[in-house]
């Protein structure tokens, strides 16, 4: 079966680099051209196998000076996860204070991805 | 009234003024910061998602993370939180500001602006109908969201297809709002690629280019709005479609946020402050960073501008003899924004500039010579170049173009 290519655009970060990646007949993976990264060649790969995506939201925060803590998922998780992650998410909360890079929720529906915060939540001066 | 006197007193203490704050810091030079918020980071704080800090810091962080991480790095500064300027008398360098501590007056041997931008709003496109709650700029909505605990509506749609409202179509679909779809009024989007991709192909979202809105229905809550397709900004007769939805929220563009300083110096076309290489403005004693110069696409650049305008300001509040501006660039051919007006020639600097037209492949030129390539170049995609004064000739008149070419 002939090869076929794709162009798609990097967001791995801001630059957005143009990426043409080429497949065999079976849509397996043969090679990307356009990235300025390895990251870029990695993301392509798992673009056409299984895309991933960073999930960032915000977890509710009990005694905090903020209502709401910013979190992420450490690494990329599976796309088609973001939805059921969401909610997930959205039933934890905890406590203050919170500090930035503690690990909020662990191996996140079993993807072996932890949720970490992304900034301090100091405990609410008034309590 | 309480007096205060400092080297260098920074405006605003977002990226830009972080930026500066740690410029200033590096020439041991005394520093205040004023700030309107209770504490730094500016829009960084509600800008929960990922992608900044690729060049400051080598890797990607979500927007609080940057604040923090930088923050970490800043020792040995003052700082007026919940504060507003009142007044600059730049002749005698003095400052006054308020605060809930009272009102003082600041002598400062520099000032650095770092005062970012607005967002503009949606009533600045003239749209008639009427105006019920449920009509949000998207940094509104992204404060409520990411910071409040709040959700703006049930149903919206996006006016607008800069970055900031491609990051809230995405926010309020993953928090369960339905987001019918991003419009567009130019033949082209308003943000970076990789937020059309991540942002709206992810979660199936439309984007609507040359659609904008002709009318907002709805008495005490937006009801709906009609949309229609644009043609060179005006609405095509017959192709008007209504959308039932209860939010509208508005990413229409960002004004530089100068109103405390239009009178002191000299302000581009599109509302910056007009600053040299050493991002000193038209008052020697005054220096300005960030998006309050030019809106750019990435913060990394606005703290890497923030740190030479807060060095070069400890300069001069030292004393320190400073070159003079001895070229001027023009906006050439194909040029729409560009974030340095003035050079010393004394230093390479970066530039970054846009083009006025999307175009396959633009060569950039200064003057006579070809600077750089770009495939895909967008207006809404800055680009970025050094400008070394042993390489070019930097001196007079410096035509900056961008030339359309087939690739």
Redesign the interface.
Known sequence: MSEKTIE?????????C?LKVTMDGNGKFLSVTGNKCLKGAIYAKEEVTEPK??????I?VVGGE???V?V?TEKPIP?KL??EA?EVIRTFKVKAPVK?GQILIKNLLGTGVNVIA???VKMDKGT | MKRLEYDVVILGGGAAGMGAIRGALSQNASVLLVEREASTGGVLNQCIHNGFGVRVFKKELTGPEYHEMYLEKLKGFDAMYEATVLDIDSESRLLKVISASGIYKIRYGALVLATGARERPFEALRVPGSRPSGIFTAGLAQHFVNLENRLPGRKAIVIGSGDIGLIMARRLTLEGVEVEGVYEIMPYQGGLTRNVVQCLKDFNIPLHLSTSVVKVHGKERLEGVTVAKFIDGNPVSGTERFIGCDTLIASVGLIPENDLVDKEIEISSSGGAVVDDLMRTSVDNIFAAGNNVCIHDLVDFVTVEGEGAGQNAARVAKKEKMPKRVGIFKKGKGIRVISIHYTTATIPFKMYVRVDHPMDMAILRINDTNLKTVLNAKPSEMIEFTLDPTKYNLKGEIELSAVEAKR
Do not use: D, E, Q
């Open positions: 798609m655009t990097c967001v791995v970060c801001p630059i957005g143009n995506r960073i999930l960032p939201t915000n509710k903020l209502p709401l910013s992420r796309k973001l939805f969401m930035r992304t900034r301090t």
